[in-house]
């Protein structure tokens, strides 16, 4: 239980701001003998004060003018005192009273309760704290005699273990708990031993990048570290810009991150081996590309199966197609590569090659001179050069994402690149210090269908070299997902887990894709996977068993919502999570159940994937 009502707050705090302080326990000694109303408004005004600390010490670019707070409150006259205390501090409102309003989204939340309020309704508290987005903060104002205010909250969305409650009167009490920026898919890896409380081992606890605190179950710490990973825009972030909708041509908000995000986004990248960015992408560009993504693939199942001379059931991997034919194993074609049965990487198809063609004339016709060669947008690898911001006409070149990918693959530091001469040659501008190019790749897709299993764990590229722990990066992928997460429980063919406030936990039988931070290095792949050393002593590597714990500590299995975005190095051990969906049993949809993961394979200008399946037989030509 925290002393002072700031305190409580957490981490955002700054205790050595005197002002802060002093005010807040000014409050506190206020109320202390004061009656039920004086405390409300001493817990407003307590509440108001850390708002603003906390959005002015993680600001991450965002003025305090842009930030907007959702307030619930039964009663009119807390209602208006808190709504003047929070616009006094120069920050948006918006109220439960507002009945224009159909979506709360804010960046921070209070609710207000209790018996000096008529109580909220559960209908518009539900709202607002769905609105509330991923890694913000709600505060719960109440009464002592109130029950927890957090009961209720599901754990999976709500970091609830880390929730703070506050005295701040005789009569009043203030809760503060975070929504998580990512949520994980439990339901994956049934094996893993989620619930058991990670051991005291000083061998996993010095080779973790996190602290782990007592009495944490691998499932909690998991939840914690997917949002230490996260970066999460804010609502100014996510309005800043609009686009036209294809299908409809209205316009819809973008998003595009500030300079501080981006830079963050990078910062845990280089060092983490992978980063998720929630709501990043349009999601009615990437639906769109789902699509037409399993129209081409299913397209080509059926073409496959009636192959002339080697008919294969790309759905029924082993089946024999009749009592005199042989089984047909499947291959790998020119537009699509096996992955595993059941599960494909798709590059190609004619749905896709047309929308390929529209959304890169669109950003041609966007960015304009910011490309060079101008036929490299649509054949192969675009190379992007330090001029090209980039344009949100199309995904593959989201301003964003060309800015976090132009600091990963440009470290520099700044007293050291001028004396990189060598870039005078091939008519370079010399020294300057801006960004070098690289090579950004078309939109492909990872296809797993309904009873694909889960990837072994693997690398998509090796290290340059092995006399360094880690290089930086040279080739890393960008994921997003193709598919919507859809709240019908109705739905046949796959299952979605939502809490009561109709907030996706991201359970889902969909499956996902697990990751190993910090696998982007050297030593900690090896500590992890690495034969045992019989000439080794006792205690200075891990054994089987603990190298096993520590793996399972390290994997994160993030939730992609429509929109996400998740970057990581293709040195990062990751492997595919199991899509355990319902697939289609009555003919009415063949595509039911299938999970569209689209891509961009993106490299160091330098350096070529020696994959190469041009020379395979094709199968739609």
Same mark, same amino acid.
């Given at each position: 239980?925290?002393?002072?009502?700031?305190?409580?707050?957490?981490?955002?705090s700054?205790?050595?701001?005197?002002?802060?302080?002093?005010?807040?326990?000014?409050?506190v000694?206020?109320?202390n003998?004061?009656?039920?109303?004086?405390? !409300?408004?001493?817990?407003?005004?307590?509440?108001?004060?850390?708002? =603003?600390?906390?959005?002015?010490?993680k600001?991450?670019?965002?003025?305090?003018?842009?930030?907007?707070?959702?307030?619930?409150?039964?009663?009119?006259?807390?209602?208006?005192?808190?709504s003047?205390?929070?616009?006094?501090?120069?920050?948006?409102?918006?109220?439960?009273?507002?009945?224009?309003?159909?979506?709360?989204?804010?960046?921070?939340?209070?609710?207000?309760?209790?018996?000096?309020?008529?109580?909220?309704?559960?209908?518009?508290?539900s709202?607002?704290?769905?609105?509330?987005l991923?890694?913000?903060?709600?505060?719960?104002?109440?009464?002592?005699?109130?029950?927890?205010d957090?009961?209720?909250?599901?754990?999976?969305?709500?970091?609830?273990?880390?929730?703070?409650? %506050?005295?701040?009167?005789?009569t009043?009490?203030?809760?503060?708990?975070?929504?998580r920026?990512?949520?994980?898919?439990?339901?994956?890896?049934?094996?893993?031993?989620?619930?058991?409380?990670?051991?005291?081992?000083?061998?996993?606890?010095?080779?973790?990048?996190?602290?782990?605190?007592?009495?944490?179950?691998?499932?909690?710490?998991?939840?914690?570290?997917?949002?230490?990973?996260?970066?999460?825009?804010?609502?100014?972030?996510?309005?800043?810009e609009?686009?036209?909708?294809?299908?409809?041509?209205?316009?819809?908000?973008?998003?595009?991150?500030?300079?501080?995000?981006?830079?963050?986004?990078?910062?845990?990248?280089?060092n983490?081996?992978?980063?998720?960015?929630?709501?990043l992408?349009?999601?009615?560009?990437?639906?769109?590309?789902?699509? =037409?993504?399993l129209?081409?693939?299913?397209?080509a199942?059926?073409r496959?199966?009636?192959?002339?001379?080697?008919?294969?059931?790309?759905?029924?991997?082993?089946?024999?197609?009749?009592?005199?034919?042989?089984?047909f194993?499947?291959?790998?074609?020119?537009?699509m590569?096996?992955?595993?049965?059941?599960?494909?990487?798709?590059?190609?198809?004619?749905?896709?090659?047309s929308?390929?063609?529209t959304?890169?004339?669109?950003?041609?016709?966007?960015?304009?001179?910011?490309?060079?060669?101008?036929?490299?947008? !649509?054949?192969?690898?675009?190379?992007?050069?330090?001029?090209?911001?980039?344009?949100?006409?199309?995904?593959?070149?989201?301003?964003?994402?060309?800015?976090?990918?132009?600091?990963?693959?440009n470290?520099?530091?700044?007293?050291?690149?001028?004396g990189?001469?060598?870039?005078?040659?091939?008519?370079?501008?010399?020294p300057?210090?801006?960004?070098?190019?690289?090579?950004?790749g078309?939109?492909?897709?990872?296809?797993?269908?309904?009873?694909?299993?889960?990837?072994?764990?693997?690398?998509d590229?090796?290290?340059?070299?092995?006399?360094?722990?880690?290089?930086?990066?040279?080739?890393?992928?960008?994921?997003?997902?193709? !598919?919507?997460?859809?709240?019908?429980?109705?739905?046949?063919?796959?299952?979605?887990?939502?809490?009561?406030?109709?907030?996706? =936990?991201?359970?889902?039988?969909?499956?996902? %894709?697990?990751?190993?931070h910090?696998?982007?290095?050297?030593?900690v =792949?090896?500590?992890?996977l690495?034969?045992?050393?019989?000439?080794?002593?006792?205690?200075?590597?891990?054994?089987?068993?603990?190298?096993?714990?520590?793996?399972?500590?390290q994997?994160?299995?993030?939730?992609?919502?429509?929109?996400?975005?998740?970057?990581?190095?293709?040195?990062?051990?990751?492997?595919?999570l199991?899509?355990?969906?319902?697939g289609?049993?009555?003919?009415?949809?063949?595509?039911?159940?299938?999970?569209p993961?689209? !891509?961009?394979?993106?490299?160091?200008?330098?350096?070529?994937?020696?994959?190469?399946?041009?020379?395979?037989?094709?199968?739609?030509?």
């Open positions: 239980m925290a002393d002072s009502c700031l305190d409580a707050f957490g981490p955002d700054d205790d050595s701001d005197e002002e802060v302080n002093t005010q807040c326990q000014s409050y000694a206020a109320s003998h004061a009656d039920d109303s004086v405390g !409300y408004e001493t817990a407003v005004d307590a509440t108001v004060l850390a708002i =603003t600390q906390h959005f002015v010490t600001s991450y670019g965002v003025m305090l003018k842009e930030r907007v707070v959702a307030i619930g409150c039964g009663a009119e006259k807390w209602q208006r005192i808190l003047d205390r929070i616009a006094s501090r120069g920050m948006q409102v918006v109220m439960d009273s507002d009945s224009s309003i159909e979506e709360y989204v804010c960046d921070a939340a209070v609710l207000i309760g209790g018996s000096s309020s008529e109580n909220i309704t559960s209908s518009i508290s709202q607002i704290r769905r609105g509330l991923p890694g913000g903060y709600l505060w719960m104002i109440s009464s002592m005699s109130d029950t927890n957090d009961s209720s909250l599901s754990e999976a969305v709500w970091d609830v273990g880390a929730s703070s409650i %506050t005295l701040v009167s005789s009043c009490k203030v809760t503060k708990i975070q929504k920026a990512c949520v994980v898919n439990a339901w994956s890896c049934p094996w893993m031993d989620k619930d058991s409380v990670v051991l005291e081992n000083d061998i996993i606890h010095e080779n973790n990048d996190f602290p782990i605190e007592k009495s944490d179950t691998y499932l909690q710490y998991e939840r914690r570290i997917a949002s230490d990973l996260t970066v999460s825009p804010s609502v100014a972030e996510r309005t800043r609009t686009i036209s909708d294809d299908g409809t041509g209205k316009p819809i908000h973008a998003t595009v991150l500030t300079d501080a995000n981006v830079q963050r986004a990078t910062q845990i990248l280089q983490h081996g992978l980063v998720i960015i929630k709501g992408v349009p999601p009615v560009q990437t639906i769109k590309w789902g699509n =037409t993504v129209a081409d693939f299913e397209s199942v059926q496959l199966k009636s192959h002339p001379e080697r008919p294969v059931d790309l759905m029924n991997p082993l089946k024999v197609l009749s009592d005199e034919e042989h089984v194993e499947p291959l790998s074609y020119r537009e590569a096996m992955r595993e049965d059941l599960r494909v990487d798709l590059r190609s198809g004619p749905e896709m090659e929308l390929r063609r959304q890169n004339d669109t950003a041609l016709q966007s960015m304009g001179g910011q490309c060079g060669n101008a036929t490299e947008l !649509y054949n192969g690898p675009t190379v992007v050069n330090s001029n090209m911001t980039g344009t949100l006409s199309s995904w593959r070149f989201h301003p964003s994402i060309i800015s976090i990918l132009k600091s990963l693959f470290p520099r530091d700044d007293a050291l690149y001028k990189n001469f060598g870039r005078w040659n091939f008519g370079g501008a010399g300057d210090g801006s960004a070098q190019p690289f090579r950004i078309q939109i492909g897709s990872v296809v797993s269908c309904p009873g694909s299993g889960e990837q072994a764990i693997h690398a590229t090796p290290h340059l070299f092995e006399h360094l722990d880690c290089l930086p990066c040279h080739y890393c992928n960008v994921f997003t997902p193709g !598919y919507e997460i859809s709240i019908d429980q109705n739905n046949l063919y796959f299952k979605n887990e939502f809490d009561d406030d109709r907030t996706w =936990t991201g359970n889902s039988t969909i499956g996902g %894709t697990a990751l190993v910090g696998s982007h290095r050297l030593s =792949t090896a500590k992890l690495a034969e045992e050393d019989e000439d080794a002593h006792e205690g200075d590597t891990p054994n089987s068993l603990t190298r096993r714990q520590m793996l399972q500590l994997t994160l299995r993030p939730a992609l919502d429509t929109g996400d975005v998740l970057i990581f190095d293709n040195r990062t051990l990751h492997y595919g199991a899509n355990t969906s319902q289609d049993t009555t003919g009415v949809d063949a595509n039911a159940g299938r999970r993961l689209l !891509y961009l394979n993106v490299t160091q200008s330098w350096f070529h994937d020696p994959k190469n399946w041009d020379n395979r037989e094709s199968i739609f030509d």
